[in-house]
């Protein structure tokens, strides 16, 4: 792993600041407010190839490694889009992951020319009301139409971006019984017919201009070239996008607490309380380069998962442990970016509460923090699965 300065980075993160920075604080904030999905912002990083910038060259996109990706969407976040922005993109950059390592060749040519323009949006169907972080429990169930397709009943929970996408990568139950083991389950690339699908989006605390919702399937018929990979194998299939994920995660999570601790210093360096400035009491600027510290060291763990995962090296340590410290890092930095600000930061006008509540949202999902440590203590350093 090489640290000196490359040049093809430095052009990525050019190029993306430059865009982003046509989209202020006050755009991210109005979209929050409105729940407005952020589609003129989408539009210029699709033009700009960025949403296709991991899809293979052969399909029409960048060819680029989770490298570049992970670095595209940190950019992003830390332009102030934060999860808005990020999240608005990071389905179509990262999601079809499964399909370009295990789909045939009709499902990959029929839709990664389109997710490489970023014409095609893409949902991920995992969660349900009783299997969140027991996957193993997944009752949404494709049964076989007797004519080699599929249809699929069910309901999932949590389905970010189902509004506004027209496929979703969903993990559903071909065979087995719940709670007994990962196999049996089997993954579609299903359209989100209305017809077939009601989509209601759930109330939350942040990242409220790109909804996640509930999504009920009722009878959904799926044709048998949608499945992908082997059947019963979904969950092995998925596990491939999970690594990259979380990279890209961790990547997200440090822009959104670089984006925090930029406002803190602005308004540590400027605030005058008992006649000096705030940021002259170390008990407010030594939480900051604490926050600082601890965000570099996130971001470095998540360039040695990036660069071990697209040289083919085992980084599933490396993936989970970027993840949950950025996740760490970031929470702490808004927060003390927060505390720094007094009851401004606690106002919607200075977009720190806002960083606040989209940077909380990593110690969650995809995956919890205890549940990372879980992975750690058990795959890592062999301790008794504990759960
Ligand atoms: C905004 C948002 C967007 C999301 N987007 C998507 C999406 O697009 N697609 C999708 O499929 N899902 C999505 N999710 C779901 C997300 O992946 C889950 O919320 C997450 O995996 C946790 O599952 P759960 O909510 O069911 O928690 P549960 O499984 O009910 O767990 C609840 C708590 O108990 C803890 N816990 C459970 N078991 C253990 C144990 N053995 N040891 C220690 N702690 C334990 C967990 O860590 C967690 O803190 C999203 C969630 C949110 C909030």
Redesign the pocket.
């Known amino acids: 792993m090489d640290f000196a300065p490359n040049p093809d980075h430095e052009l990525i993160i050019e190029a993306v600041e430059a865009l982003c920075a046509r989209f202020d604080d006050s755009y991210w904030s109005e979209h929050d407010q409105r729940h407005e999905f952020p589609w003129d912002f989408y539009r210029e990083m699709a033009a700009g190839g960025w949403v296709g910038i991991a899809i293979p060259e052969q399909y029409g996109g960048g060819g680029a490694g989770i490298a570049e990706a992970a670095l595209v969407l940190n950019r992003v976040a830390a332009s102030g889009a934060a999860m808005n922005g990020s999240s608005a993109l990071h389905l179509t950059v990262f999601g079809l992951n499964p399909v370009v390592k295990f789909a045939n060749d009709r499902l990959k040519e029929t839709f990664l020319p389109r997710a490489a323009v970023g014409d095609l949006h893409v949902?991920?169907?995992?969660?349900e009301p009783d299997a969140?972080?027991?996957t193993s429990r997944i009752t949404t169930r494709a049964t076989d139409d007797g004519m080699g397709g599929w249809i699929v009943n069910g309901r999932?929970i949590?389905?970010?971006k189902a509004l506004e996408s027209e496929v979703c990568l969903l993990l559903a139950r071909t065979d087995g019984i719940p709670g007994e083991g990962f196999d049996g389950l089997s993954l579609f690339l299903v359209d989100l017919d209305p017809e077939h699908c009601e989509v209601v989006p759930i109330p939350?605390l942040g990242?409220n201009a790109v909804a996640?919702c509930e999504v009920a399937y009722d009878d959904l018929p799926v044709e048998s070239w949608r499945l992908i990979g082997e059947r019963g194998r979904g969950f092995h299939h998925i596990l491939h996008g999970l690594n990259p994920e979380r990279i890209l995660l961790a990547a997200m999570a440090c822009g959104i607490g670089e984006a925090a601790l930029r406002r803190a210093t602005a308004y540590a360096n400027e605030r005058e309380v008992f006649g000096r400035l705030i940021g002259s009491n170390q008990a407010v600027s030594h939480p900051l380069a604490k926050a600082h510290m601890d965000l570099h060291a996130a971001m470095n763990m998540m360039r040695e998962a990036a660069w071990r995962y697209d040289n083919g090296l085992d980084c599933g340590e490396h993936a989970n442990t970027a993840k949950y410290l950025a996740a760490e890092a970031s929470f702490s930095a808004a927060d003390h970016a927060l505390q720094t600000l007094g009851g401004l930061g606690y106002a919607t006008e200075y977009h720190v509460e806002r960083y606040w509540r989209e940077a909380r949202?990593q110690r969650?999902?995809?995956?919890?923090q205890?549940?990372t440590l879980?992975y750690i203590a058990q795959n890592v350093m062999g301790l008794p699965r504990?759960?």
Not at 123 to 127: I, K, S
């Open positions: 949902a991920f169907g995992v969660t969140g972080t027991d999932k949590w389905t970010t939350k990242r996640s949202l969650i999902a995809p995956v919890s205890e549940m879980n504990s759960y």
